[in-house]
């Protein structure tokens, strides 16, 4: 990480302010893809890419955000904040700040700078770190504080509501609530959670496939209506089932002749999902991480041939890991469509397996990766 101590040296030299510093993290998910829109369970872990803010009280009546990353600084007036979006990176810290406005928080004059290595747009969740620091950053100049699962659902609503992307709670919740060494089995339906430890000789290996992923293109959206019509098929035989968390394999079984064959595979993988994740839970708790590789796997596959919502690169980085040393599981993590796989991996064996799997992957493909080597870390928090 980018070293808080240069950090806070920077912004005193750009603002003449001595500032507070917080960091919020990135995350991948170990399992648990396309759950969260059905209320049921997703599992992600905190990673050691992160976000740090600064912040500093100004006396001229001004909002002043910079970013490290983009070299560039915007000026606002702090009683007049925009309250619209203008597709620039600014939005997010601007989102923050209305939201908690909103909240009724008067919002005081400050500067805020920002700097992470969350790869930007890689589905690693800088987004949700800038939030989730931000919240953070500003409530403790106003002297204010929330629970984190309630600072993440305002750092949700900041990027749907502010910049407009229609994301689920999951980033900005393990951002807020991660615990080092853990994973966060996440309840999507009542935010409710539970940590599982990852033992400390595990390293999370983050291979992006460099292949695009988009949320806003037709697939994400067609594959929710596909799962959310098989629900509807059910709802009308069980009328307490309103969301696929709330769905068996039987019900699958019993009126699936009813379903458009693609909805009845929808519906196989985000019902299996959701056992999958909790199971996976389970294996972590135990210890048993043989059975949590066997599940990241059946995940996988499930994910490819049920849901359709892998690609041929990211197959082919799943494959490719199968055979290396020190493998305990991989699969494709997010909203599918390319981006980055997740692998397991024993620590002693990361460094020549992330050089491994970028060889043949680049080999395989013609496509050079980036594959990172993290560890499952702490949540958002001031540092000292
Ligand atoms: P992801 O969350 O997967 O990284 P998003 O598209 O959701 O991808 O969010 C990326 C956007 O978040 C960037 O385009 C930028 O606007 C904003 N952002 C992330 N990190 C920073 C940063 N350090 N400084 C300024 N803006 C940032
Ligand atoms: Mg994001």
């Given at each position: ?9 920077q912004?005193?030299?750009r603002?003449?302010?001595d ?13 648990g ?15 050691d ?5 600064g ?10 955000v910079?970013?490290?990353?983009y070299?560039?600084e915007?000026?606002?007036?702090a009683a007049?904040?925009p ?9 997010y810290?601007?989102g ?15 500067s ?12 690693l969740?800088?987004s949700?770190?800038?939030?989730v620091?931000t ?16 600072l ?7 990027e ?18 991660g615990?080092?060494?853990?994973a966060?089995l996440?309840d999507c339906?009542?935010?409710?959670y539970k940590?599982a430890?990852?033992p400390?000789?595990?390293a999370?290996i ?18 929710r ?6 629900c509807?098929?059910?709802?009308k035989?069980?009328?307490g ?14 009126w699936?002749n ?17 056992l ?23 995940a996988?596959?499930?994910y490819?041939?049920d849901f ?9 980085m799943v ?19 390319g ?8 620590q ?20 050079v990766?980036?594959?990172?080597i993290c560890h ?9």
């Amino acid at each position: 990480m980018h070293d808080p101590v240069e950090f806070r040296s920077q912004h005193l030299a750009r603002f003449h302010a001595d500032p507070a510093i917080f960091v919020a993290p990135g995350r991948v998910n170990l399992i648990g893809e396309h759950t969260d829109y059905a209320e049921g369970f997703v599992m992600p872990v905190a990673i050691d890419f992160a976000t740090l803010a600064g912040i500093s009280p100004r006396s001229d009546g001004k909002v002043v955000v910079y970013s490290e990353n983009y070299q560039q600084e915007r000026t606002f007036d702090a009683a007049t904040l925009p309250a619209k979006a203008s597709n620039h990176w600014s939005d997010y810290p601007l989102g923050v700040a209305a939201i908690l406005a909103g909240e009724g928080h008067k919002i005081p004059a400050f500067s805020l700078s920002l700097w992470g290595d969350v790869p930007l747009g890689s589905g690693l969740s800088s987004s949700a770190s800038v939030e989730v620091v931000t919240a953070l950053a500003i409530l403790s100049l106003i002297g204010a504080s929330y629970p984190g699962p309630v600072l993440a659902r305002l750092c949700q609503r900041a990027e749907n509501e502010f910049v407009g992307a229609n994301c689920g709670i999951m980033d900005q919740f393990i951002s807020a609530n991660g615990e080092a060494d853990h994973a966060l089995l996440l309840d999507c339906r009542d935010l409710s959670y539970k940590l599982a430890p990852i033992p400390a000789d595990v390293a999370l290996i983050i291979a992006n496939t460099m292949v695009k992923h988009s949320v806003a293109g037709g697939d994400y959206p067609t594959r929710r209506r596909e799962s959310e019509a098989a629900c509807a098929v059910i709802a009308k035989h069980r009328p307490g089932v309103p969301f696929l968390r709330d769905a068996t394999l039987e019900d699958l079984e019993k009126w699936g002749n009813e379903m458009e064959p693609k909805s009845l595979l929808r519906a196989r993988h985000v019902i299996s999902e959701n056992l999958r994740t909790v199971a996976a839970c389970d294996a972590l708790m135990k210890g048993d991480m043989a059975e949590l590789g066997r599940l990241m796997a059946e995940a996988h596959w499930s994910y490819s041939k049920d849901f359709e919502g892998s690609c041929a690169e990211a197959d082919t980085m799943v494959e490719l890991a199968q055979d290396l040393p020190g493998l305990i599981g991989a699969r494709l993590t997010g909203g599918g469509f390319g981006g980055c796989t997740i692998n397991l991996v024993e620590q002693r064996h990361a460094k020549a397996f992330a050089e491994e799997l970028g060889r043949r992957y680049a080999t395989a493909t013609g496509i050079v990766p980036q594959i990172h080597i993290c560890h499952a870390s702490g949540g958002a928090r001031k540092l000292a």
